[in-house]
T-cell receptor
Framework: AQKVTQAQTEISVVEKEDVTLDCVYE???????LFWYKQPPSGELVFLIR??????QNEISGRYSWNFQKSTSSFNFTITASQVVDSAVYFC??????????FGTGTRLTVIP | EPEVTQTPSHQVTQMGQEVILRCVPI?????FYWYRQILGQKVEFLVS????????KSEIFDDQFSVERPDGSNFTLKIRSTKLEDSAMYFC???????????????FGEGSWLTVV
C-alpha cells in the first residue's frame, strides 16, 4: 500500500526565514515518483517538482530546494528567504505503477510579513 | 503555457440533482483524471481515463459517477444524483504519458467547487 505522511499540519514563519516542509512516504514499489504541489488560497494545484526513485540528486530552483533521501523515505522541501506569496498549502504526492497520485494531507504555510 | 481548464468554477446544486463538470485537458495529453478535495482535507483520486475508457477508479467513484470524453477536447465528470457529501472541489488533470515515462507529470486545472444543498 502507498502512503504519504506530512506530519506538519501548519507552519508559520516570519518573512525571510527559511522553512522546511517534511514528507515521508511508504511504498513497496521500486520505481516511483514523488511530487510537490502548491495550493494557494485561490485553490488551484500548482505543480512544483517531480522526482523519480532512481535520482537522489537534490534539486534547487531559485528559492526552492528539495532533499530526496531513499534511506529515510523522505522528500523534504525547503523554501529559502520565504515571502508572503509563499503562503499556501503544500502537498507531497507519490505516484507508483498505477498512474494516479497519492497525496499527503498537506502542510499549511503562513508567511508573516 | 498550456493549461487544464475547468468549468464551472463554482456550482451550487440541490441534493438529488445531476451535475456535469467540464474540463479541457492539455491538448497533447492522453491521460485524464478527476480528483476530489473535500474542504480542508487532502486531494483524493477518483478516476483515470485513457483511450476512451476508464483505466482505474477509486472506491469513491461509485455508480453515481461517470466520465466521458464526448469530443476531441472535452472531458466530463457526471454525478447522477448528488448528495450532501459530494460537496467538494473537483480537480480535472491530465498527463502526457504513463507513470514511468518521462511525460507522467500530472497537471491540474483550477478546480470546480461543487456545493450541494
Amino acid at each position: 500500500a502507498q502512503k504519504v505522511t506530512q506530519a506538519q499540519t501548519e507552519i508559520s514563519v516570519v518573512e525571510k526565514e527559511d522553512v522546511t516542509l517534511d514528507c515521508v512516504y511508504e511504498t513497496r514499489d521500486t520505481t516511483y515518483y514523488l511530487f510537490w504541489y502548491k495550493q494557494p488560497p485561490s485553490g488551484e494545484l500548482v505543480f512544483l517538482i517531480r522526482r523519480n526513485s532512481f535520482d537522489e540528486q537534490n534539486e534547487i530552483s531559485g528559492r526552492y530546494s528539495w532533499n530526496f533521501q531513499k534511506s529515510t523515505s523522505s522528500f523534504n522541501f525547503t523554501i529559502t528567504a520565504s515571502q508572503v506569496v509563499d503562503s499556501a498549502v503544500y502537498f507531497c504526492a507519490l505516484q507508483t505503477g498505477a498512474n494516479n497520485l497519492f497525496f499527503g494531507t498537506g502542510t499549511r504555510l503562513t508567511v508573516i510579513p | 503555457e498550456p493549461e487544464v481548464t475547468q468549468t464551472p468554477s463554482h456550482q451550487v446544486t440541490q441534493m438529488g440533482q445531476e451535475v456535469i463538470l467540464r474540463c479541457v485537458p492539455i491538448s497533447n495529453h492522453l491521460y485524464f483524471y478527476w480528483y476530489r478535495q473535500i474542504l480542508g482535507q487532502k486531494v483524493e483520486f477518483l478516476v483515470s481515463f485513457y483511450n476512451n475508457e476508464i483505466s482505474e477508479k477509486s472506491e469513491i467513484f461509485d455508480d453515481q459517477f461517470s466520465v466521458e470524453r464526448p469530443d476531441g477536447s472535452n472531458f466530463t465528470l457526471k454525478i447522477r444524483s448528488t448528495k450532501l457529501e459530494d460537496s467538494a472541489m473537483y480537480f480535472c488533470a491530465s498527463s502526457e504519458g504513463l507513470a514511468g515515462s518521462s511525460g507522467n507529470t500530472i497537471y491540474f486545472g483550477e478546480g470546480s467547487w461543487l456545493t450541494v444543498v
